[in-house]
């Protein structure tokens, strides 16, 4: 295995352990609420499961767990604790559901607290999941904004929304359509096919510039470990498709997990499709 590809498996089993560590949490306050209000000890108001909690709930992706906390919402005082987070704010009737143990926010309410609440990237990689899967759609999202009444953060959710692309197949590619944003880079169609003479797609890559000839192709580790080949068959095959999209004229770039949280890559990015489509 490759150094670099090493790495990308330890970022990989960090990611995935801290969600498991919060999905234990979320579970273990679910089942403690409960015990509690069945027994009629609970002196609590009832709370409600939401944000990245709630996101975990209903199945979506998480591209950072920033801190191993459980978040609800429940009237009264916002508060934080060692591995839990309250937040006082506004809930319509229409916003809460059941799901097994949990009482939660819906996945389009849950959607809208995320995007007001944590960096874009985040957001876009649930809402892309969310609307390639038909979870929901993007008019049931944005009702859901526009009954959200929260002055801060709205540029930033709107942002999301607008970003958001159910073409897209993996939160890595839904993270890098997010940094292609950020840093002003502009053009990039997912999911674009290439055939060959006999009209065969021989290649359906991550990202196109069309203008510029510059694929994007970001490297998740499913496409190395969890298909039915092996993974020198799939860098081998690899190497001749991208000899085929080189041969039409096109520059590939790699991006791994790890360099979608990185500045100069897409520094680089910028510069090579400027280049190119003033060389065009």
């Known amino acids: 295995m490759r150094e670099g590809h090493a790495q990308e498996f330890e970022l990989f089993n960090d990611r995935r352990d801290a969600e498991q560590y919060l999905k234990a949490l979320v ?64 809930l319509m009737p229409g916003d809460v559901m059941t799901i097994g143990i949990y009482r939660v926010t819906t996945l389009e309410r849950t959607i809208v607290d995320v995007a007001l609440t944590y960096e874009l990237a985040t957001a876009v990689a649930m809402i892309d999941h969310a609307l390639s899967r038909g979870l929901t759609s993007m008019e049931e999202i ?65 990202f196109c510039h069309r203008a510029a000839k510059v694929i994007i192709e970001v490297d998740g580790l499913a496409k190395y470990s969890m298909g039915p080949r092996t993974p020198r068959k799939a860098l081998e095959d690899e190497k001749v498709r991208d000899a085929q999209l080189v041969a039409l004229g096109y520059r590939v770039v790699h991006l791994t997990w790890k360099q979608l949280f990185l500045v100069a890559p897409f520094e680089d990015i910028k510069r090579i499709v400027a280049e190119r489509v003033v060389a065009r």
Request: glycine share 6%; aromatic share 6%; proline share 4%.
């Open 142 to 206: 944005r009702t859901a904004f526009a009954e959200r009444d929260a002055a801060r953060a709205q540029r930033r959710a709107r942002c999301a929304l607008d970003l958001s692309d159910a073409r897209r197949e993996s939160p890595a590619e839904s993270v890098a359509a997010a940094r292609f944003f950020e840093h002003g880079i502009g053009g990039f169609d997912p999911q674009v096919e290439f055939r060959d003479r006999n009209g065969h797609v021989f290649a359906r890559v991550d």
């Open 27 to 90: 579970r273990a306050r679910a089942e403690k609420v409960n015990e509690e209000e069945s027994a009629g000890r609970s002196k609590r108001r009832r709370e409600v499961f939401s944000h990245l909690s709630a996101a975990l709930i209903h199945g979506l992706p998480i591209v950072v767990v920033p801190e191993q906390r459980v978040e609800v919402i429940r009237r009264g005082a916002s508060r934080k604790h060692r591995h839990l987070r309250v937040r006082n704010v506004p």
